[in-house]
């Protein structure tokens, strides 16, 4: 059974920054693209980037773009989203999806597009 399992969440104060990972574990084979999302209190989840199988590709959300960035280690089955300049308005669970069937999600934006899910870290951005 694969699973995703995120840490590296925290405190941190405005300006901070923090890095995110998320394990994938028990995926054997096939080119899977993985994405992260975040939920803040209140809101719905919304799309923060996405990465391709081969990591060539990557997608952020206007927000985040120039202070995120999203990698990959395919040798570790791991993901990662280093944040920096970190606002307030970052604060939330942060979850890690993967789309298991494709290199990179056709609509990357859109939860349904990922069929595998980690449980979130919590990202508090203080003030």
């Known amino acids: 059974q694969v699973q995703l399992v995120e840490s590296g969440g925290g405190l941190v104060q405005a300006g901070g920054s923090l890095r995110l990972s998320c394990a994938v574990s028990?995926?054997?084979?096939?080119?899977?693209?993985m994405g992260w999302f975040r939920q803040a209190p209140g809101k719905e989840r919304e799309f923060v980037a996405v990465i391709s199988w081969s990591g060539s590709v990557a997608y952020y959300i206007d927000s985040v773009n120039g202070r995120f960035t999203i990698s990959r280690d395919n040798a570790k089955n791991t993901v990662y989203l280093q944040m920096n300049s970190l606002k307030p308005e970052d604060t939330a669970v942060y979850y890690c999806?993967?789309?298991?069937?494709?290199?990179?999600?056709?609509?990357?934006?859109?939860?349904?597009?990922?069929?595998?899910w980690g449980q979130g870290t919590q990202v508090t951005v203080s003030s």
């Open positions: 028990g995926r054997t084979s096939s080119s899977y693209a």
């Open positions: 999806a993967a789309d298991s069937s494709r290199a990179i999600p056709s609509r990357p934006r859109v939860e349904g597009e990922y069929d595998l």
